[in-house]
């Protein structure tokens, strides 16, 4: 069983950055890829970022590109996601997920491991 607990988010005025983090409880961590994801009220879970295993190889929706940055320290047991200029629509609760495999989805039906969220909330 993965445990993951995101931490990191919070308020901040538009153009602003924040930093969220994942750790994860395992001690296979580097064989798993992981990805965040984001919710909005009343719209539907969405594709943020993935990671493979080793860290070689991330992916992106075309939207978010170039001002989110996901990347991890598998000694550390993390997956961390930068993200820059921040707008107001990236007002969501963001999540980490985990799928023990070297292929990393951009679904979030085919992760496995979810974290409980943390609230990013980017005001106008």
């Known amino acids: 069983q993965v445990q993951l607990v995101e931490s990191g988010g919070g308020l901040v005025q538009a153009g602003g950055s924040l930093r969220l983090s994942c750790a994860a409880s395992?001690?296979?961590?580097?064989?798993?890829?992981m990805g965040w994801f984001r919710q909005a009220p009343g719209k539907e879970r969405e594709f943020v970022a993935a990671?493979?295993?080793?860290?070689?190889?991330?992916y992106y929706p075309d939207s978010l590109k170039g001002r989110f940055t996901i990347s991890r320290d598998n000694a550390k047991n993390t997956v961390y996601l930068q993200m820059h200029s921040l707008k107001p629509e990236d007002t969501a609760v963001y999540y980490c997920?985990?799928?023990?495999?070297?292929?990393?989805?951009?679904?979030?039906?085919?992760?496995?491991?979810w974290g409980q969220g943390t609230q990013v909330t980017v005001s106008s």
């Open positions: 395992t001690g296979t961590f580097s064989r798993l890829g």
């Open positions: 990671i493979t295993r080793s860290g070689s190889n991330t």
């Open positions: 997920a985990a799928v023990r495999s070297s292929y990393v989805p951009s679904t979030s039906s085919e992760y496995t491991y």
